[in-house]
């Protein structure tokens, strides 16, 4: 007796449902999380991603309140539309969660990120690559015969671009804060 | 204010929240915990055998009571022992409290003897945990847990307490000087989507309530309001596993479970309603089956207190998010403000077509004469315990399926099963917990033998705190769930679902001290169950049934509700022997 007329000694079956549901439109948002600034809360909200199989791109987080013991975590995520609204039910329902804003929906939002880049070189790239940051407005932090440091804020965008423009000229090192951001207006 | 060691904080703050009872285990991180519990009467304390158990016995007391169960565990294994039980509240949202012993706060972090990093650990099984490295927030904390634990929907918490932390004095706030909780989630539901859902009410031909544990957890008033509701509306009602018992088996609404296992005429009525009103359920898997076919041609409305819940699985066309009592008002108000109106003339077609596929009698099973089925086993134990005052738990497996099938709930409260879990080795320490808080009450664990085994070890329990507590083992001597799914859909290669070398109930209720019953023949059934029923203590039954019965209805995972399988007949092109059946 087989119910499913599945042949005798096929395993091909699997018990479960294991197709995704969720293979609609995918994007990034980025959402801010006001938490409560206790121990363990950050690594509530990190596990409440990796539990339930959610991307982050980018993570920022930092008291922006002491007297009320506030902090801001700024993650960058992508998904569908669906899971999108998962995410963010999901952190506002937690304990330790005060308000979550999804930037990226709820109108413009200027977003920044600062990074650091070292690049090592003599001669002809390293006048080129004075000279690119230059037009970028990037900041020479520390320098020696035969490297810079710069510092750079913009879009994520902006610090890939100019990343990739470093990477040929002597690029060694890059360090990223992941986006800051806020809604625009009042 | 008083000050007070952290220990004794403990005890006195579960005194200020009503606490009764606690279940436990002591060692090392706890014993300054366990000292104070020694010196005062007001808070009864259960030793369990193994920490898995207590946790189950306060989700049973939580879950047969309404209120929150609470638990003591010392620190490393006694924490871990508890992670299956917290998840198992975690999934059926059952309000419980776990308290921990640590090792002192200077030694965090040293690998010291017990040492384990619970709220690490416990972090994704917890609604919610603490760690208190100073004694002067422990009580707050207390508060804040019991909030956290009942509010919204309801969890589990922890809180983990060194032992520094414990015998260190500080002031004890009492509750009502707390700084409030910022923890408040939604419970009124907002008014507009309640009209939408009133106006869908007043249209709908195809109608049917889809509800859970949801209902449960809002309290008796929801359950009440939910039946004036069905009473008045005359609409079909079916319910989760989870919310057996919201509205009343004999009720003539009743359509009897949903799912993977539950009736036909539920899960039909489910594929063809037009309307679909969800009352705290969570469109889980078993219920739902393959997802793109799910009620295809249905408005769906969702009442749940979990924003998160809502467009999680299934998309709805009104979500409304509250607590279920205050929404069921909220609807019933307007519903009657507005003449109380319904598609009556569509409404009569829908139940023509709703008894039709009642009069297929999806429950039927072929009845025998000289093994027990279990089926039959479970119609007569509803025979005889129900006029008692009685209240079911199980463990997991197709025994599990079969008490919700064959048995009928009334009220709430009066089921405790590991829903979304699927725990095994649940029921047993359930029912104690259960027969802790209602000491006079017929608890009966319907088991299976695999699963009872998990944690048998609480016959000690139930022996030392006189729980008379019955075991009803329903022995396939089988794994009986995987058996099924081995030969239903793996070929029939039964790879390890054999229960081999298992002991001899009746000697190892003995052993406890117990009254063990073994039968293995219909006619007995009767007189041994009376026995079960009569004898003062726990009992242990071992009723040998059928060793290969599968579990009708069911809908294989990943099929949806109308392509279910209706019976052994059903594969065999034979329709139910409907003569030779016992229902
Ligand atoms: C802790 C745990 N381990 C494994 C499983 C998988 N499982 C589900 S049902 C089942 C068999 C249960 O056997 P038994 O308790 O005898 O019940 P029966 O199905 O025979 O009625 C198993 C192994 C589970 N649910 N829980
Ligand atoms: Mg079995």
Known sequence: ?186 | MATMTGAKMVVQALKEHGVEVVFGYPGGAVLPIYDEIFQQNDIRHILVRHEQGAIHMAEGYARSTGKVGVALVTSGPGATNAVTGLTDALLDSIPILVISGQVPTFMIGTDGFQEADTVGITRPCTKMNWLVKDTANLAATIHEAFHVAFSGRPGPVLIDIPKDVQFANATYVPKAEARPSHYAPRVRGDADQITRLVEMIEQAERPVFYTGGGVVNSGPRASALLRELVAETDFPITSTLMGLGSYPASGKNWLGMLGMHGLYEANLAMHGCDLMINVGARFDDRITGRIKDFSPGSKKVHIDIDPSSINKVIHVDVGIVGDITLVLEEVLKQWRARGSKTAKPALKTWWAQVNAWRAVKCLTYKGSTKTIKPQHALERLEALTKGHDRYITTEVGQHQMWAAQFLGFEDPNRWMTSGGLGTMGYGLPASIGVQIAHPDALVINVAGEASWLMNMQEMGTAMQFRAPVKQFILNNERLGMVRQWQELLHGERYSHSWSESLPDFVKLAEAFGCKGIRIDDPADLDEAILEMIRYPGPVIFDCRVEKHENCFPMIPSGKPHNEMLLGDADTQGVIGSKGAVLV
């Open chain 1, 1 to 186: 007796m087989n119910a499913l007329n599945i042949k005798k000694g096929s395993s091909s079956h699997s018990a479960y449902e294991l197709r995704d549901p969720n293979g609609d439109l995918i994007e990034s948002h980025t959402l801010a999380v006001l938490v409560a600034n206790e121990s363990g809360v950050l690594a509530r909200v990190i596990g409440l991603f990796s539990g339930r199989g959610y991307n982050i791109e980018s993570l920022t987080v930092a008291e922006v309140d002491h007297e009320g013991h506030r902090s801001r975590i700024t993650v960058v995520t992508r998904g569908g539309p669906a899971v999108i609204a998962q995410i963010k039910a999901q952190l506002e329902r937690m304990v330790v969660v005060h308000e979550v804003h999804d930037l990226t929906a709820e109108g413009p939002a200027v977003q920044r990120e600062l990074a650091l880049f070292k690049v090592r070189g003599k001669g002809e790239t390293r006048v080129e690559a004075m000279q690119l940051a230059e037009i970028f407005r990037a900041k020479v932090v520390d320098s020696t015969l035969e490297s810079f440091v710069f510092e750079l804020t913009g879009t994520p965008e902006k610090i890939d671009a100019f990343a990739d423009l470093m990477r040929p000229l002597g690029l060694a090192e890059i360090a990223r804060t992941g986006v800051a951001a806020l809604s625009r207006g009042v």
